[in-house]
């Protein structure tokens, strides 16, 4: 299985993931920020995870081919992008694939981005089914946060 973590920051879901998919599968990181993927690079070599590779985006792109991944994993991340990385995202998922979104839960919590600029789940479900997906599953994560499952539709 490729996953794909879109703003995999320090890698908090990278190695799990990593992990998941096992020797024959394939993660990829990626983030804006190079010192991030330099610290995910530096990690997945401690740790010898040769099945993770860090690659730095731009938020108009992410330097992967269409339809490439399984899942594609926006953790955290969805509340701060623009669409462009959103519509990235989606590009780069197979049809059939899914992406898993987490977020932190619109309400006021002790950390976290201000509560202005979060996204209930029913906000980001909608954002995320305007760009094609239908969402298979929603779980509730506890006090903070959210997570919605969502399928790229096969084509006809
Ligand atoms: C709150 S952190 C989440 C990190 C990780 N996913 C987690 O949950 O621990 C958001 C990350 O998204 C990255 N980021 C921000 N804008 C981005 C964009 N347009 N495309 C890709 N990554 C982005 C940031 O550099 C940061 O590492």
Redesign the pocket.
Known sequence: MTVV?????????TFPASERVGPTGRVYA????QE?IDLIRERAAERHRSNIEALV????H?PLPGELADRV?????LH???P??VA?AVRILRPGGRLVD?DWKKESTPGG?PVEHRLAATEARRTLEGYGLETNAEWDLGPYHYALMLEKKRRA
Not at 5 to 13: K, N, T
Not at 30 to 33: E, F, I, P
């Open positions: 973590d879109v703003g995999a920051g320090s890698g908090f879901y990626v983030d804006v920020s991030l985006s731009r938020p108009d992410v994993l926006l953790a955290n991340v701060g992008v623009p462009a990385t990235e987490v981005p």
